[in-house]
């Protein structure tokens, strides 16, 4: 075939990719509209009112689960099957972010987590899987530009050398994180389909695609166990807002619309947080003992039977000895319910024995007005009051804080009497628990108070991301909400800069009741370039992290570290020059040192956003170093790397997590010198 030939077919081929991604839009359009008619119409074809509601909520989330946004490729790569595959044998399957089908019913468009589409991301030269061609397609905002394809049945494979592949993971950012379907890789792959069942840790260096990683799961999971999902509930746990709202957008690009996110605060926001405790009294509140210590204050108000109650019913008086009730109370706390059911159960006893004991009287049984007349009885009451009082999480906490026996008693061989100490005199209680300015650390003794006297709610997944800054009662407060689920845990050892950050996956897993967890590292990068980790992994010895050193595939990027007189002027000029390149821009700085910069940057005409405001025009942001967790920027400016590291005990580690930031170039400014790991 002539060269002139070649070309010919390959133009022929593209327009065909191009009729069929016209013709796959356009079926997709159909569904939604669809979907549209039966949400329009679905109250008069429903039988009833609550049929109506629940169709009208079904429809409602199939209509945003078909939404199709024009400059994302519906499809990004192709399957073609050999004569190996007795199954799909001549055939040829797109790959895309989800189904579509024509109408009568055919595939135009696999979903990335069905079981034929796993070949896409798994299929090698060594291990073909039936795929006799794998064609990745090249888009540009939405056309469809280019190809490439591999002959897998020839031993043909690009791997990592695909120009496709590396454009795509190369590509420029600016706003929320975007889904990487089209990139994920066979180690990433098998995570992101493990079973439900399975719990897993991902110890993932920077650029690893970790936290893609748990998102992605939680997309094939909801897939694959919809329904079940549906009713348990997938959560993502993210460090800050800042995090979340990067995140934001990733599960609904995958036409997944239900997914619950939150940062730890929120998910044990039961008092309002007015107040910041001194960090030594937050590190002790956080501290795993206090979990025995609150355990112990909630066991100690259950008290023992001293009297018989005697209670009347207006023809017959009703006696229960005390032995009866001392086995009553002691029953019910072995069988270590939360405090408020063993208060339930005490009363469901003590009005049953009653029961029995007019039934054998009267040769009948009591009407339930009855039973609920002796349950409010003065005499049950008070026996109820006595040996397992109301509590609620608030005031357990107010009345430990705020009573030294208490605390002592509660606290006795867990805290020395400086600790106890500690704790009272740095936590400023109000005279009721409503009137008391809590703080976070407070809240998280809250949580954990309510997980002793009532059981929250579940989720049957939980993602947590950057989980090497949960405390040990952090964890506590996310193993309660996924005591019968899985968790996908997510993080670095290594970016570990609150004051209990964890040094080992396996004790925040014991903490997180997944004890048996599969811990898999990810050390080889697709997103920070070669020079950058290699800058970052300097200061990996100083620490103190048995993980290992990050490596990158991306062999582009560039790194400037440069010693300047005038730090304001200096980044103003670098920004300037960084906009002329595509992406976006962040300037990472000392905490103090953003609103300085913020305002010389805009004084030289340069528009700024925020760390949470990913929707927006502006495409330079200037974060806090402490905000910056889990964020990436096609070019970063970092400013002074020397006050990052001494604005906090774990600067280091600070610094660590903000000079991996990049994904294209890095600029260091300083004018004082490098941190030694650094010189």
Known sequence: ???????????????????????SRAALRRMRERAEALF?????????????????????????????????????????????????????????????????????????????????????????????????????????????????????????????????????????????????????????RADLADSICVQGAPGTGKTAVGLHRAAYLLYLHRERLRRSGVLIVGPNRAFLSYIAAVLPALGEVEVAQATVEDLIARVPVRAVDDPAVATLKHDIRMAEVLRRAVDRHIGAPTEPIMVSDGSFRWRIGVDPLHRMVEETRREGLPYATGRERVLARVVGL??????????????????????????????????????????????????????????????????????RAGTKLGRTPKATRW??????????????????????????????????????????????????????LAQGTAPWAATDWRVSLAHLGKPD???????????????????????????????????????????????????????VAEVRAALGHDGSVGVIAADDAVDRLRAALAADGVQTAT?????????????PATLVKGLEYDHVVVVEPAAIVAAEPRGLHRLYVVLTRAVSRLSVLHTEPLPQPLG
């Open 1 to 23: 075939m002539t060269l002139h030939a070649q070309e010919q077919t390959l133009d022929d081929e593209l327009t065909a990719e191009r009729t069929h991604l016209d013709t």
């Open 40 to 192: 329009a119409t679905g109250d008069k074809v429903a039988g009833d009112a609550y049929t109506a509601e629940q169709l009208g909520r079904h429809m409602a989330r199939r209509v945003a689960e078909l939404a199709d946004d024009p400059t994302t490729p519906l499809f990004f790569g192709r399957l073609d099957f050999g004569a190996a595959d007795p199954d799909h044998a001549g055939r040829d399957y797109h790959v895309g972010r989800r189904h579509v089908t024509d109408e009568a019913g055919e595939p135009l468009v696999l979903d990335w987590r069905a079981p034929i589409s796993r070949s896409f991301y798994r299929a090698s030269a060594r291990d073909p899987q039936g795929v006799a061609v794998r064609r990745r397609f090249g888009f540009s905002t939405g056309a469809l530009t280019s190809f490439e394809d591999e002959h897998l049945d020839r031993g043909e494979e690009l791997g990592t050398a695909s120009r496709i592949l590396t454009a795509e993971i190369e590509r420029p950012r600016v706003g929320p994180m975007r889904d990487i379907v089209a990139t994920i890789q066979p180690e990433q792959d098998e995570l992101v």
């Open 354 to 423: 009653l029961q029995r004991q007019s039934e054998a009287r009267r040769a009948e049984s009591p009407s339930d007005a009855w039973l609920r007349r002796m349950g409010r009885a003065k005499p049950v009451s008070a026996f109820l009051d006595a040996v397992w009082p109301a509590l609620s999480p608030e005031g357990l906490v107010h009345s430990l804080l705020g009573d030294p026996e208490a605390l002592a008693a509660a606290a006795d061989g867990l805290l020395n009497a400086d600790e106890q100490a500690l704790l």
């Open 439 to 492: 703080t976070t650390a407070d809240a998280v003794l809250i949580d954990e108070a309510a997980g002793l006297i009532e059981r929250p709610a579940g989720f049957g997944h939980v993602v947590v991301d950057e989980a090497q800054d949960l405390s040990p009662m952090q964890c506590r407060a996310i193993a309660r909400r996924s005591e019968h689920g899985s968790i996908t845990l997510l993080g670095d």
């Open 517 to 571: 967890a599969l811990v898999v590292p990810l050390s080889i990068g697709f997103r920070v370039p070669a020079a950058v980790v290699a800058f970052a992994n300097r200061l990996l010895p100083a620490l103190a992290v048995d993980v290992p050193a990050a490596e990158s595939l991306r062999r582009d990027g560039a790194l400037d570290v440069r010693t300047v007189d005038d730090l304001v002027a200096a980044t």
């Open 611 to 623: 760390a949470d405001e990913v929707e927006t025009a502006a495409r330079v942001t200037v974060v």
